[in-house]
Nanobody, 126 residues
Framework: QEPLVESGGGSVQAGGSLILSCAAS????????MAWFRQAPGNERQGVAS????????LYADSVKGRATISRDTDNHSVYLQINSLKPEDTALYYC???????????????????WGQGTQVTVSS
């Protein structure tokens, strides 16, 4: 069973919206933190948004604040990321990640996340 499986990426014009989905296996639905990261060519992988699985508390990077919503479905062990008003600079490979510690959601550092998906590509054209 894959630890995390992302879906929902694709090509969209600027101003459009996308919803990314992440399905977690039983052992990666840790009860801690899940997050979305993204990596554009030539750039480091950066945190986009995180959610505490127990409380639902969310945190967003400044680059998507006001345009993105992260949510969870505890019954189906899934996490979602909706981004509206997409911009060309949102183009990246988007990764889902899971961590056991709640603090991982606050720091949103890739080094704190033990489980990763394969990524789903989002391409925004102007």
């Amino acid at each position: 069973q894959e630890p995390l499986v992302e879906s929902g990426g694709g090509s969209v014009q600027a101003g459009g919206s996308l919803i990314l989905s992440c399905a977690a296996s039983d052992y990666t639905w840790t009860g801690g933190c899940m997050a979305w990261f993204r990596q554009a060519p030539g750039n480091e992988r950066q945190g986009v948004a995180s959610i505490l699985l127990k409380s639902g508390t969310t945190l967003y990077a400044d680059s998507v604040k006001g345009r993105a919503t992260i949510s969870r479905d505890t019954d189906n062990h899934s996490v979602y990321l909706q981004i509206n008003s997409l911009k060309p600079e949102d183009t990246a490979l988007y990764y889902c990640a899971a961590a056991r510690s709640d603090f991982s959601c606050i720091l949103l550092s890739r080094n704190d996340f033990a489980y990763w998906g394969q990524g789903t590509q989002v391409t925004v054209s102007s």
